[in-house]
């Protein structure tokens, strides 16, 4: 079939015409795997955050439905980079990662190689691929990643290079497409998509779009068919999932989202990424408070502790505010767990404005913290501020930084010690295979003896020794040895 035939008869609505090209696609691979003696092989590496894994997890369930067996080895029939482009050396690893794809391209005609993702909305990196990596066979951003299957089955016909489909923007949600999960106990959840905050550092909303979000009834709907199929865990999804709501027909805010979910029987843990300080609500730590499936870790990214820097950051929200928050948070809910990101050597920022994250940081005690120097990224509005902040001045301050969290965090992790936890168990301990590994409700690591046949289970573990970061435990059980 021709690729204009295959787009004539393509259904016009969605996801239907998904469905469609997954059909043809099969033809088209069947065909491949009889010429060749053996089934096609497909590699999805992914860079980038928890929404860019679950939108890989997407790509993914689409290529098995098509016939395509997973692999981690890139030398692959196809190759498919989720890129992420929040910092400009995450462009940089990409492109080396493609001189490697190119030789094994080299070696193999019929190898094909995609890239999408955040990297892909820039119009630059487009130019510079068309330029320098004419042997890439797929192009594609965010806003358009539901017409994989469209978009690749064209691929695999096309005999004249490369295809590019960039979308500016959408507020187009496709339900109901194949999807692969990583872990079958746990899985992520998108709520919404794209970001209207702009803070002045990230280049998230000009590659991401706009926030929309998605039907609650539809999220309700997948966790229901996920916990059917042995999910226990869930990770609500979106850039600021604090704002939910944002598109819907009928108000609908992030906590009334949390007390839907609670309400699915079967399923046991809830968890969120990433909320934003200026639109936490009384509501929301209410809800965490009452809700006896949402664990009790908020991840709060502070950015700074600085006023001043935070209002060039555009956080909208000072320190006094935040602090609030934290008290807030800890006076309703005793035992929260508070993770944080924060920039160091932002433009401007002065000694006085570092030791202001510093108190902080002294100030709430987090348990644990994502730490970054801060790096100018072409396109955001922070990569032309003046003021720029010497090196050696912002590695002294990350040094500093770093010592402060790590101290706290380890007297946070300490304090659990001798205590009995309920673990999430994901996987055999790649050390040592007498031990299992799995996730306290605070996102803590805990190591102990068991077997393959526990992993996915919630059980009661003792935590003996503290080692630092991560505990080593042992099953609990109740009543006389």
């Given at each position: 079939?021709?690729?204009?035939?295959?787009?004539?008869?393509?259904?016009?609505?969605?996801?239907?015409?998904?469905?469609?090209?997954?059909?043809?696609?099969?033809?088209?691979?069947?065909?491949?795997?009889?010429?060749?003696?053996?089934?096609?092989?497909?590699?999805?590496?992914?860079?980038?955050?928890?929404?860019?894994?679950?939108?890989?997890?997407?790509?993914?369930?689409?290529?098995?439905?098509?016939?395509?067996?997973?692999?981690?080895?890139?030398?692959?029939?196809?190759?498919?980079?989720?890129?992420?482009?929040?910092?400009?050396?995450?462009n940089n690893k990409v492109y080396g990662h493609l001189g490697i794809l190119h030789g094994y391209k080299k070696k193999n005609k019929d190898m094909m190689i995609g890239l999408c993702g955040c990297m892909m909305q820039e119009p630059t990196v487009i130019e510079h691929l068309q330029k320098n990596y004419k042997f890439v066979d797929l192009?594609?951003?965010?806003?358009?990643?539901?017409?994989?299957?469209?978009?690749?089955?064209?691929?695999?016909?096309?005999?004249?290079?490369?295809?590019?489909?960039?979308?500016?923007?959408?507020?187009?949600?496709?339900?109901?497409?194949?999807?692969?999960?990583?872990?079958?106990?746990?899985?992520?959840?998108?709520?919404?998509?794209?970001?209207?905050?702009?803070?002045?550092?990230?280049?998230?909303?000009?590659?991401?779009?706009?926030?929309?979000?998605?039907?609650?009834?539809?999220?309700?709907?997948?966790?229901?068919?996920?916990?059917?199929?042995?999910?226990?865990?869930?990770?609500?999804?979106?850039?600021?999932?604090?704002?939910?709501?944002?598109?819907?027909?009928?108000?609908?805010?992030?906590?009334?989202?949390?007390?839907?979910?609670?309400?699915?029987?079967?399923?046991?843990?809830?968890?969120?990424?990433?909320?934003?300080?200026?639109?936490?609500?009384?509501?929301?730590?209410?809800?965490?408070?009452?809700?006896?499936?949402?664990?009790?870790?908020?991840?709060?990214?502070?950015?700074?502790?600085s006023t001043e820097v935070l209002k060039r950051m555009n956080r909208r929200y000072t320190k006094e505010h935040y602090l609030g928050l934290v008290e807030k948070l800890r006076a309703r809910i005793p035992d929260v767990a508070i993770t944080t990101d924060i920039i160091v050597g932002f433009p401007g920022e002065t000694e006085e404005d570092?030791?202001?994250?510093?108190?902080?940081?002294?100030?709430?005690?987090?348990?644990?913290?994502?730490?970054?120097?801060?790096?100018?990224?072409?396109?955001?509005?922070?990569?032309?501020?003046?003021?720029?902040?010497?090196?050696?001045?912002?590695?002294?301050?990350?040094?500093?930084?770093?010592?402060?969290?790590?101290?706290?965090?380890?007297?946070?992790?300490?304090?659990?010690?001798?205590?009995?936890?309920?673990?999430?168990?994901?996987?055999?301990?790649?050390?040592?295979?007498?031990?299992?590994?799995?996730?306290?409700?605070?996102?803590?690591?805990?190591?102990?003896?068991?077997?393959?046949?526990?992993?996915?289970?919630?059980?009661?573990?003792?935590?003996?020794?503290?080692?630092?970061?991560?505990?080593?435990?042992?099953?609990?059980?109740?009543?006389?040895?």
């Amino acid at each position: 079939m021709s690729i204009t035939d295959l787009l004539n008869n393509a259904p016009v609505e969605e996801p239907e015409r998904q469905y469609y090209f997954i059909e043809e696609a099969k033809k088209i691979v069947a065909k491949k795997e009889q010429e060749k003696g053996r089934k096609l092989t497909c590699c999805v590496t992914t860079f980038g955050c928890q929404m860019n894994a679950r939108d890989s997890e997407k790509l993914l369930g689409v290529l098995k439905e098509m016939g395509y067996v997973e692999t981690t080895d890139e030398n692959a029939d196809f190759v498919i980079y989720n890129t992420c482009t929040v910092r400009e050396n995450a462009n940089n690893k990409v492109y080396g990662h493609l001189g490697i794809l190119h030789g094994y391209k080299k070696k193999n005609k019929d190898m094909m190689i995609g890239l999408c993702g955040c990297m892909m909305q820039e119009p630059t990196v487009i130019e510079h691929l068309q330029k320098n990596y004419k042997f890439v066979d797929l192009i594609f951003g965010t806003h358009n990643l539901y017409k994989f299957a469209e978009l690749f089955t064209t691929a695999l016909l096309n005999k004249k290079g490369m295809i590019i489909d960039i979308w500016k923007d959408t507020d187009k949600i496709v339900e109901n497409l194949p999807i692969s999960r990583k872990y079958p106990f746990k899985s992520g959840v998108n709520i919404s998509f794209g970001c209207n905050n702009f803070c002045t550092y990230c280049i998230v909303p000009y590659v991401r779009g706009r926030e929309r979000s998605r039907k609650p009834e539809d999220i309700v709907a997948e966790i229901k068919e996920l916990v059917a199929d042995g999910v226990v865990e869930i990770m609500l999804l979106g850039q600021n999932v604090n704002s939910y709501g944002v598109g819907l027909e009928e108000k609908v805010t992030f906590a009334d989202l949390l007390r839907m979910v609670n309400d699915i029987d079967g399923l046991e843990r809830i968890r969120f990424m990433t909320p934003h300080p200026k639109d936490l609500s009384d509501d929301l730590i209410e809800a965490m408070a009452t809700l006896p499936k949402v664990c009790h870790h908020m991840h709060l990214p502070l950015q700074s502790g600085s006023t001043e820097v935070l209002k060039r950051m555009n956080r909208r929200y000072t320190k006094e505010h935040y602090l609030g928050l934290v008290e807030k948070l800890r006076a309703r809910i005793p035992d929260v767990a508070i993770t944080t990101d924060i920039i160091v050597g932002f433009p401007g920022e002065t000694e006085e404005d570092f030791l202001d994250t510093m108190d902080v940081v002294d100030k709430v005690h987090y348990d644990s913290a994502f730490t970054f120097i801060y790096s100018k990224r072409t396109g955001t509005p922070a990569a032309s501020m003046e003021d720029q902040v010497p090196e050696d001045v912002v590695k002294d301050r990350f040094d500093r930084l770093l010592a402060l969290v790590q101290k706290h965090g380890h007297e946070k992790v300490k304090a659990l010690e001798g205590t009995v936890q309920k673990v999430l168990v994901e996987e055999i301990n790649e050390q040592d295979n007498t031990l299992v590994s799995g996730k306290l409700a605070n996102n803590v690591t805990v190591h102990f003896p068991g077997d393959k046949s526990m992993i996915g289970k919630i059980v009661d573990v003792r935590l003996n020794c503290c080692k630092g970061f991560y505990f080593i435990g042992e099953m609990y059980q109740e009543g006389p040895l």
